[in-house]
């Protein structure tokens, strides 16, 4: 069975490469006690935003974290995924990033099925 998860990645990573029909996940590190998060302010509809979740370790009050966001690849071809680092009650901007995602297809997949014997 072929993985439907690309896997973990960082915006270092960038380009990632995954094949339509596979999941890939962006971890983007984050304070959360200070209200910023990361959002997606341009991801082509070809890339579709399937969960945004959070990851905050044990330790002291306040510490970072990590914020994950999971796209799916539903077509092929090369995109980018715009992202802010801001507090959703403020027009300021914290950071900006970008990431290119290269999303290729799925090698067909040839079934052998049973030949038709015409000399019986």
């Known amino acids: ?44 509809s070809d890339l579709v935003l399937q969960r945004d979740t959070f990851e905050v370790p044990q330790g002291p009050i306040g510490g970072g974290g990590c914020q994950l966001l999971t796209f799916e690849a539903v ?19 914290l950071q900006t990033e970008g990431v290119d995602v290269i999303a290729t297809q799925r090698p067909q997949q040839h079934r052998q099925g049973r030949g038709v014997d015409h000399d019986r």
């Not at 270092?12 to 339509?20: A, E, F, G, L, M």
């Open 1 to 44: 069975m072929e993985r439907t998860d690309a896997g973990l990645f960082r915006v270092q990573d960038s380009p990632i490469q995954v094949k339509v029909g596979q999941t890939f996940t962006l971890a983007l590190v984050i304070r959360a006690a200070t209200g910023f998060v990361w959002s997606p302010i341009f991801a082509p």
């Open 75 to 93: 077509r092929a071809g090369r995109f980018q995924i715009r992202l802010e680092l801001r507090r959703s009650w403020e027009d300021r901007v």
